[in-house]
């Protein structure tokens, strides 16, 4: 039986290609296998000798395990390791959720959730770097760009947080984890007097750090969307697509503080995108309004998440890393104590 030709060339590069797919699942198996045996090493000498009545010199065993299994299996068992696989045990307390997790994070991503003391922060980032495959350089750089405190997730109270994760666990994102409060852009040079059209200028020609800002999930769709309503025309100034949340997202740039009249002028271009952009399998439009500054009690008394709008400042030029921390967590715990309050029963001081 005859065999028609093959180009030798595309049959190499195909060979090449198996070749390589092989050598990745390989290498995935063996840091995910790796990765689950540091775990219950680490969850030996934690929780049943350190936890136990040996506890008082459970550092010496340490020492003593690492002798012995530093000289059978190298510098990765050493004492520092060994110290770092129990803490990774003690702050992933479930196998399940770290076999979910492997799948997709290595041992290196692990180290550098460690030292996160929120256990909230460090699931959240956990998730997100499963969901959105980061890079251990990515998961780096979102961390030290406070990524948990500025997403509305943060506000709300652990009990909805862990919801929310199980939500995410689960494939389910919600607008929560998309959407941040300030956005970072001091990326784009902006510096002195600008105007809104030098702030779009400059989004548009940094538009892969934008998006990086915004998040992996974003997809940029179009500049100044014409909105024709009636005789007139309205134009929105960006419009992206969201993956995760299947849905168009609509962005308006202000350079002035927010103002209440800015939620109508949402609202109208979120009717017009739902009615005439919208797709059958999407949900329905979100907008995003940047301003250079909001005030809190105005966002909250218009109720704007009930009209699917979320309000954010952006900042382009950074405060010092201390002021925007502080000013973050400021904002954090008045959010949660205001849920709190509206949790709390009538009559309850709560």
């Known amino acids: 039986m005859s065999h028609p030709a093959t180009d030798p060339d595309s049959l190499l590069t195909e ?26 090493v680490g969850r030996r000498i934690g929780v049943e000798i350190l936890g136990g009545e040996r506890a008082a010199y459970g550092s010496r065993i340490i020492e003593s395990l690492a002798r012995q299994l530093e000289s059978e299996y190298g510098q990765g068992f050493g004492e520092k390791n060994l110290r770092r696989m129990v803490q990774f045990a003690e702050v992933f307390p479930e196998e399940a959720i770290v076999v979910s997790l492997i799948r997709e994070l290595t041992w ?29 350089r990515t998961l780096r750089q979102k961390i030290d760009g406070m990524l948990f405190e500025r997403t509305a997730l943060s506000k709300n109270s652990e009990e909805v947080v862990r919801q929310e994760l199980a939500a995410l666990r689960d494939g389910r994102m919600t607008p929560d984890m998309v959407f941040r409060d300030p956005y970072l852009l001091d990326f784009l040079g902006l510096s002195g007097s600008y ?26 769709v179009e500049r100044q969307k014409r909105i024709s309503v009636g ?47 919208r797709a059958a399998d999407e949900e ?67």
């Not at 180290?111 to 980061?134: G, H, I, N, S, T």
């Open 284 to 350: 329905p439009p979100i907008g995003l309004i940047l301003c250079a500054s909001a005030d809190a009690e105005q966002v909250e008394l218009l109720q704007l998440d009930e009209a699917s709008i979320r309000v954010a400042e952006y900042l382009v030029q950074l405060p010092p890393v201390e002021v925007l921390r502080e000013r973050l967590h400021r904002a954090i715990a008045h959010a949660q104590e205001r849920v709190a309050a509206l949790a709390a029963p009538k009559g309850d001081p709560a």
């Open 195 to 220: 105007r809104e059209k030098d702030l779009e200028a400059a989004i548009l020609r940094e538009m892969e750090s934008f998006l990086l800002e915004m998040g992996s999930g974003f997809c940029f």
């Open 15 to 40: 060979i090449r290609a198996l070749i390589e797919e092989a050598r990745i699942q390989v290498s995935r198996a063996a840091n995910s296998a790796l990765t689950l045996t540091y775990w219950r």
């Open 108 to 136: 290196t991503h692990f180290l550098a959730l460690l030292p996160l003391k929120d256990p909230l922060a460090r699931e959240f980032y956990a998730e997100m770097c499963r969901v959105e495959r980061w890079s251990v």
């Open 231 to 277: 005789k007139d025309d309205f134009y929105l100034d960006l419009l992206f697509y969201h993956r995760h949340l299947h849905r168009l997202v609509a962005v308006e740039l202000k350079l002035e503080s927010f103002q209440p009249s800015h939620k109508g002028q949402m609202e109208l271009y979120l009717r017009w995108l739902d009615k005439h952009e």
